[in-house]
């Protein structure tokens, strides 16, 4: 099978990720809230890098439960700065405790975040490949940014975007092009 060119067949996580998970719409809070942090996490470093401490980052951050998240408190922020397993930045965790509680509100607000999202997609699949950002990833940015949300530049919600499948990007000669 021809995969996205990007896509490292050397690495079973990734292309494990590619054919089951990257492009294909999930609408579900807890995935797309996971998403949104590990997202946040990828600036500056490879989504590869990300991924294969992905599981590393579940079990830090009690499985992604946003409840437990958005409490966590100094001594838990020294414990994940402490954590080999994972990505080490103190601004990064730290703005992913406060993105939990953005989330939160977000999902009060909207009902479940994906009909946050909606506002803005009007609840299409967006086609388009060799890109990094558009007009829908610049308005999101800039709304989480104004809510108070870090590490969500319009370049990150773009990948985000991608990994939710919103924005379906698998290049046309790969066998996901337009096939979920």
Known sequence: MKRCSWCN????????YHDNEWGILN????????????????????????LNKRESFKEAYDDFNIDKVSKYDDKKIEELINNKKIIRNR?????SINNSKIFKDIVNEYGTFYDYLKT????KIIYENDKTTNDIS???SKDLTSRGMRFVGSVIIYSYLQAIGIINSHQDCCFMYKNN
């Open 138 to 140: 610049d308005q999101i």
């Open 9 to 16: 067949l050397s690495n079973p996580k990734y292309v494990k």
């Open 27 to 50: 609408t579900q809070d807890k995935y797309l809230y996971e998403m949104l942090i590990l997202e946040s996490f990828q600036a500056g470093l490879s989504w590869e890098c990300v």
């Open 91 to 95: 601004l990064k965790i730290k703005a």
């Open 120 to 123: 803005y997609t009007k609840g």
